[in-house]
């Protein structure tokens, strides 16, 4: 059986703007480390976007797999890579994760990611609530995706 490539990368939850909290899905931000093992997808170049040596998916939100590294049990999540297009004062690339039926404080630590599932592109929204009502199709969409097969972008 044919399988498809697998995509992960690591982070650090750091501290952000808190409004994934405040719109109803905390989120966990990630400063996203080097990610040497996949340096490249030569067989797919369409699958990562490379800053320095960090390798990522390209900007859109996604379903994936979450583990705590050195524990095992991973957590569905959805996340989001982009610049946040409905905040004028987000300029840079951003990593922000929903971790689905996850409550705990991570600040600090150590995150990896695979890549289950492309959901969508990034957009920008014209107000506050398409924004919580889209973040909430997401969701439901991304736990969807995760009780399936990979279906990597």
Known sequence: MDHPPTLSFRGTVVHGDKRG???GFPTANIAVAEHPEH???????????????????????????????PATERHGATISIGDNPTFDDVTERRVEAFIHDFDGDLYGA????????????MFRYESLDALIEKTAAD????????AGPAQLP
């Open 139 to 146: 969701v439901a969409a991304s736990r969807i995706a995760l």
């Open 21 to 23: 909290r405040e719109l």
């Open 110 to 121: 150590e995150v990896e990611f695979t890549v289950h599932a492309w959901l969508r592109g």
């Open 39 to 69: 340096p490249e997808h030569p067989e797919h170049p369409e699958r990562a976007e490379h800053a320095g040596s960090h390798a990522l998916p390209v900007d859109g939100v996604y379903a994936c797999w979450v583990t705590f590294p």
